[in-house]
């Protein structure tokens, strides 16, 4: 990537520089990104191997837990690694790497779950027409355009900051190198690009949450219509839903959607979006759905069904 920067490494300062609060970080971060890698990848192996979790809910509940983990590794890895050197330092091309995924993953997050609220609503206050409107066809093109659209933010973030001049200091008051940071550093007046990458995300953001309130707003109004059973079981997926919105929109919105002032605010709240979200998910989705929770005691049950038949044969 041409820059015109004398600037060609990164120094990432982290969440601490006191070497014990490092040592004990590595160890609690660890832990949780194996919770996030063992979580996430439950619930994708449960949906695909399950014949019950083939609605359009559990279809995107699996990209949203493939996502989280993409999103998380773009970070957590790194920041990990780097509790145990001195020397943390990213070079300018990674910085951008990591700069672009964390944006394609993050929007990309925030897209499956707006398709989410609109699955929900369709369920709930069209079931009728649920089959003929959320047909995998359509799910299938949603998915795409998922993608495309996360693609298209990050790419504008990730080039709006890759073109501005770094001619020194490259100390990064961050565990990741985001556009905020970035932005501090750069040895240029970056008030007009401060606001085109908040009006981007912003604009995102804000969009997708109108249509999430909108969605919800619809349902809880539609739920008076129905049976005290049909208004607990809505309530119990669209609960969990709620939650993993608002544990990671409220977050991102204030990183994201206001000039940043205070780097270590917004590095405190971005480990609760980068990894804390992405660890809750998982528990969140299983503890209230029967059907995820007996779909996964089902696949122990087979996998240990066919460990038992194979020490049998030996």
Request: net charge positive; charged share 15%.
């Amino acid at each position: 990537m041409e820059n015109a920067s004398s600037v060609k490494e990164f120094i990432l300062l982290g969440l601490s520089e006191n070497q014990v609060i490092q040592k004990i970080c590595f160890v609690m971060f660890l832990f949780f990104y194996m919770i996030i890698m063992s979580g996430n990848l439950l619930i994708v192996v449960t949906v695909m191997s399950s014949q019950h979790l083939k609605s359009p809910m559990y279809f995107f509940l699996s990209y949203l837990s493939f996502v989280d983990i993409c999103y998380s590794s773009v970070t957590t890895p790194k920041m990990i690694a780097d509790f145990l050197i001195e020397n943390k330092t990213i070079s300018f091309v990674g910085c951008i790497m990591q700069l672009f995924g964390l944006h394609f993953f993050g929007c990309t997050e925030i897209f499956i779950l707006t398709v989410m609220a609109y699955d929900r609503y369709t369920a709930i206050c069209r079931p009728l027409h649920y089959t003929t409107l959320m047909t995998r066809r359509t799910c299938d093109r949603m998915l795409i355009c998922l993608w495309v659209g996360g693609f298209v933010h990050s790419m504008v973030q990730t080039l709006l900051t890759s073109f501005l001049p770094f001619c020194g200091p490259n100390k990064i008051d961050h565990f990741f190198c985001d556009v905020h940071p970035l932005l501090q550093l750069a040895c240029t007046d970056t008030y007009a690009v401060g606001i085109l990458v908040v009006a981007n995300s912003g604009m995102i953001t804000l969009s997708c949450f109108f249509i999430l309130v909108v969605s919800y707003i619809v349902i809880l109004v539609s739920l008076r219509r129905q049976t005290s059973e049909g208004r607990h079981k809505a309530l119990s997926t669209c609960g969990s839903h709620i939650t993993v919105v608002i544990l990671f929109f409220g977050p991102c919105t204030f990183s994201y959607i206001r000039p940043s002032s205070n780097l270590s605010e917004d590095k405190s709240v971005a480990v609760f979006y980068t990894v804390i979200t992405p660890m809750l998910n998982p528990l969140i989705y299983t503890l209230r759905n029967e059907e995820v929770k007996s779909a996964i005691k089902k696949l122990w049950r087979k996998n240990l069904l066919c460990n038992s038949s194979r020490e049998s044969e030996e």
